[in-house]
């Protein structure tokens, strides 16, 4: 069984620190990864993918891919309290065809 | 944007009642997939179609089947729901490569 694990949380930081999520994943073959973010009662809606090694930046959003570690990071610079939710990491399958997610890191923005 | 539509938000059942959650995507998108939430489980995939009429087992998918006639909708069917299948559905579409999914608003089941 392939396995992404993550810290449940809850993660809390003041607003305008960085916050730094992260994830193993268990696949070596692993390509692709996402952060999605999701708020209490919605849907997940994907925030970044990376699939090179290094880091990859989208405005405050920095996500770090390390492939020889099986680790993927999701960084929030200057977090506001509007960033509190739980974020997934997902991994793509080897075949693919299908996410494989994490059960979430739960972070608090306090103001 | 991506629009992926599921039919209801929130639905009651009977137990051993034949259930349909339905779900349509406006992107043209080949993958769809059904995922169920529950807390301290996370996202578990019980069905997902990388075409018309294929279909490919999940994680979970016993008590569950698929349908998929047209490539913007997917249907999920609970054979004979019971109150274990109470949790929230969320449908799913994305490319053929790799760039990420997107998700439905979700819908609520209560099985009693």
């Known amino acids: 069984q392939k396995e992404v694990e993550q810290n449940s949380g809850p993660l809390s930081v003041p607003e305008g620190a960085i916050a730094s999520l992260n994830c193993t994943y268990s696949d070596r073959g692993s390509q692709s990864f996402f952060w999605y973010r999701q708020y209490s009662g919605k849907s997940p809606e994907l925030i970044m993918f990376i699939y090179s090694n290094g880091d990859k930046e989208d405005g405050r959003f920095t996500a770090q891919l390390n492939k020889a570690s099986q680790y993927v990071s999701l960084l929030i610079r200057d977090s506001q309290p509007s960033d509190s939710a739980t974020y997934l990491c997902a991994v793509l399958n080897q075949a693919g065809t299908a996410l494989i997610f994490g059960k979430g890191t739960t972070l608090s923005v306090s103001s | 944007d991506v629009k992926v539509t599921q039919s209801s938000r929130y639905l009651v059942k009977r137990t051993g009642e034949k259930v349909f959650l339905e779900c349509v995507q406006d992107m043209d998108h080949e993958n769809m997939f059904w995922y169920r939430q529950d807390p301290g489980l996370g996202l578990r995939l019980i069905y997902f179609?990388?075409?018309?009429?294929?279909?490919e087992k999940g994680d979970i998918p016993e008590g569950y089947s698929v349908s998929r006639e047209k490539k913007e909708r997917f249907s999920l069917i609970l054979e004979s729901a019971s109150t274990n299948q109470t949790s929230m559905y969320l449908c799913a579409s994305s490319l053929g490569h790799p760039t990420g999914a997107f998700f439905g608003q979700g819908t609520r089941l209560t099985v009693v």
């Open positions: 179609s990388y075409d018309v009429k294929m279909k």
